[in-house]
């Protein structure tokens, strides 16, 4: 009977925690930032930070060792203050400057990361747009990715050469697509006989350059009733 795969997430920032506390006792406390030996933070929130577990997997290394040390053991092993300040042979003001350093750095690593990939799918789905309200059908096939996955949402879904008839019938249709915002994401708005608000939203998914996924609500327009898109 084959062995079960253990959870590599936590093996792996053991591998990660193991890494910097060692690099931190063979540097002695040299690397340790003065203003790390404050009395205290008064800002300090103990409670596990949701952005930083996300981003510690592959931003920690933005960090210094002390903490890289500290985030890694509060946020992500769960250890307390004073388990921390042992493990890392400091103190507790210590440990709480660095979680205070170390979560500062993440949130702004992870907020112009999500910056970034707002654009570039914005980008993207410019492109798009651009084909379809030009009617180049085989301009917006080209983007298409040969697996790529249609649901058009409560009315059927399609897969790889079958997506290829999905636009097929947008030939026949006045429809214009303009990029918009939708809870914080880019969408596809579908603009419908010439009208000044959307009537649906198109989801596209991409892989690289090549569109991976489409969702299209044309069917269920209801969906925006409650919902606010932006520029």
């Given at each position: 009977?084959?062995?079960?795969?253990?959870?590599?997430?936590?093996?792996?920032?053991?591998?990660?925690h193991?890494?910097?506390?060692?690099?931190?006792?063979?540097?002695?406390?040299a690397?340790?930032?003065?203003?790390?030996?404050?009395?205290?933070?008064?800002?300090?929130?103990?409670?596990?930070?949701p952005?930083?577990?996300?981003a510690?997997?592959?931003?920690?290394?933005?960090?210094?060792?002390?903490?890289?040390?500290?985030?890694?053991?509060?946020?992500?092993?769960?250890h307390?203050?004073?388990?921390?300040?042992?493990?890392?042979?400091?103190?507790v003001?210590?440990?709480?400057?660095a979680?205070?350093?170390?979560?500062?750095?993440?949130?702004r690593?992870?907020?112009?990361?999500?910056?970034?990939?707002?654009?570039?799918?914005?980008?993207?789905?410019?492109?798009?747009?651009?084909?379809?309200?030009a009617?180049?059908?085989?301009?917006?096939?080209?983007?298409?990715?040969?697996?790529?996955?249609?649901?058009?949402?409560?009315?059927s879904?399609?897969?790889?050469?079958?997506?290829?008839?999905?636009?097929?019938?947008?030939?026949?249709?006045?429809v214009?697509?303009?990029?918009?915002?939708?809870?914080?994401?880019?969408?596809?708005?579908?603009?419908?006989?010439?009208?000044s608000?959307?009537?649906?939203?198109?989801?596209?998914?991409?892989?690289?350059?090549?569109?991976?996924?489409?969702?299209?609500?044309?069917?269920?327009?209801?969906?925006?009733?409650?919902?606010?898109?932006?520029?």
């Amino acid at each position: 009977m084959q062995a079960e795969v253990p959870a590599l997430r936590p093996w792996l920032f053991r591998i990660a925690h193991n890494t910097a506390i060692d690099h931190l006792k063979s540097h002695g406390h040299a690397r340790t930032e003065s203003r790390a030996h404050l009395d205290d933070v008064s800002d300090l929130d103990e409670r596990p930070d949701p952005i930083v577990v996300r981003a510690a997997l592959l931003r920690f290394l933005e960090l210094t060792v002390a903490e890289r040390s500290a985030v890694i053991l509060k946020d992500i092993l769960g250890h307390g203050l004073d388990e921390a300040a042992a493990t890392m042979e400091t103190t507790v003001p210590a440990v709480k400057a660095a979680l205070v350093r170390g979560r500062g750095k993440l949130r702004r690593v992870e907020e112009h990361a999500a910056r970034e990939l707002d654009d570039a799918m914005r980008t993207q789905l410019d492109a798009y747009a651009s084909l379809f309200n030009a009617r180049d059908w085989d301009g917006v096939r080209a983007l298409i990715a040969e697996d790529c996955q249609l649901d058009l949402v409560s009315k059927s879904q399609r897969r790889g050469k079958a997506v290829g008839l999905y636009f097929t019938n947008y030939e026949r249709q006045n429809v214009r697509l303009a990029v918009r915002s939708l809870d914080g994401r880019p969408v596809l708005a579908a603009f419908v006989d010439g009208a000044s608000e959307p009537s649906y939203v198109i989801v596209v998914e991409w892989d690289g350059d090549r569109v991976r996924a489409i969702r299209d609500f044309r069917y269920v327009t209801y969906i925006l009733a409650d919902a606010a898109l932006d520029r």
